[in-house]
């Protein structure tokens, strides 16, 4: 059966989490630029795609990363080997390169709205710009998403939050499991 299967569930708990979290990563990355893009076409209402589009795809390309890395930490887990030599250096360069797309974003809508955009405008690229923050964050230090007994449980107990996993794993290197 293919790794990206959906469908495919065993009795491991932890496999079906890491394959649950892959496939609505990369499922969110593809399907929340599309709707959004739809609703903006089919709104009737004038659209500056110069301040909307570069962090609705900046959200997209964030989730998909995301999505890679369930991947391989499933695989890992999965086959009991550790994160293939590749992820290291990767997802350092995925790590600087969305913050330098993270800033230019940013300089660009402050720049965008100094210009007059429409309000409409400047509240969906604004909102969309704190989401991919929100992701950059939830990858690269903290664990903001917790929608799961356990993730709830730590935080109660330990009344902070976690440092994030594919954080933690890229300071463990490659041999993270």
Do not use: C
């Not at 991919?132 to 230090?141: K, P, R, V």
């Amino acid at each position: 059966m293919h790794p990206w299967n959906a469908i495919h569930v065993t009795n491991n708990p932890l496999h079906n989490r890491l394959r649950y979290l892959r496939n609505a990563e990369a499922f969110a990355a593809l399907a929340l630029p599309a709707v959004l893009i739809w609703h903006w076409l089919q709104s009737g209402l004038p659209v500056d795609w110069a301040l909307r589009l570069p962090p609705t795809l900046l959200v997209g390309v964030m989730l998909l990363q995301g999505a890679g890395y369930w991947h391989l930490k499933l695989e890992s887990v999965r086959t009991r080997r550790a994160l293939p030599s590749y992820f290291r250096p990767l997802y350092r360069a995925l790590r600087l390169a969305d913050l330098l797309a993270l800033m230019a974003v940013v300089i660009a809508y402050g720049v965008m709205s100094q210009r007059g955009a429409a309000t409409a405008d400047l509240a969906w690229a604004g909102g969309l710009l704190v989401f991919a923050m929100l992701e950059y964050i939830n990858y690269f230090g903290v664990q903001l998403m917790h929608d799961n007994r356990a993730d709830l449980q730590y935080l109660l107990r330990h009344r902070r939050l976690r440092r994030a996993a594919l954080a933690t794993d890229l300071s463990r290197g490659s041999e993270a499991i």
